[in-house]
T-cell receptor, first 115, second 115 residues
């Protein structure tokens, strides 16, 4: 069965510093998508970044970047120059290429940003 | 309005009540979803509609009844709920393309409390 594991229930980072959130997944598929979603206190989940498994290059969106290790089935999110607005729950998600609706989410990591 | 809108934001109901959650998307997407979010658990997919047709029903109890009158609107009818059904109910939409990323766009959720 496909699973997504986020082993850090909570993380803290000082404002302007860098933090890395971990995510591992298990699948026998070779083609799939990986996502990081952010859920701020307003509750609306927002896509932060996505990665196609067939792409070797790590995805980057401004201060957000991923370290995608396909062989290790690891997909960590790095947030650089952390800002107070980055405080939120972060969810890692997996979707196989062939399973249109089969998103698998992790349990989330709560990120606190300290001023 | 743009995006995915959910009403009500908060709902308190007794176990014998009947209520409905509403979701509306203004993105022209062809797929809509209901997810249940409980603390410290991964998001649970409940129902998926594609072009108004239900394509997924993840063994959800019959006390939850979905309705999708058109591609823009999705309802979740609730009756004789249990206290363990208290959770955040998230609606999402996506543009379903074969082998596409089909990124989910979420609403802000309806916080349900069953007394």
């Amino acid at each position: 069965a496909q699973t997504v594991t986020q082993s850090q229930p909570e993380m803290s980072v000082q404002e302007a510093e860098t933090v890395t959130l971990s995510c591992t997944y298990d699948t026998s598929e070779s083609d799939y998508y990986l996502f990081w979603y952010k859920q701020p206190p307003s509750r609306q989940m927002i896509l932060v970044i996505r990665q196609e498994a067939y792409k070797q290059q790590n995805a980057t969106e401004n201060r957000f970047s991923v370290n995608f290790q396909k062989a290790a089935k690891s997909f960590s999110l790095k947030i650089s120059d952390s800002q107070l607005g980055d405080a939120a729950m972060y969810f890692c998600a997996y979707r196989p290429l062939s399973g249109t609706y089969k998103y698998i989410f992790g349990t989330g990591t709560r990120l606190k940003v300290l001023a | 309005e743009t995006g995915v809108t959910q009403t009500p934001r908060h709902l308190v109901m007794g176990m014998t009540n009947k209520k409905s959650l509403k979701c509306e998307q203004h993105l022209g997407h062809n797929a809509m979803y209901w997810y249940k979010q409980s603390a410290k658990k991964p998001l649970e997919l409940m129902f998926v509609y594609n072009f108004k047709e239900q394509t997924e029903n993840n063994s959800v109890p019959s006390r939850f009844s979905p309705e999708c009158p058109n591609s823009s609107h999705l309802f979740l009818h609730l009756h004789t709920l249990q206290p363990e059904d208290s959770a955040l109910y998230l609606c999402a939409s996506s543009q379903d393309r074969p082998l596409g990323a089909n990124v989910l766009t979420f609403g802000a959720g309806s916080r349900l409390t069953v007394l």
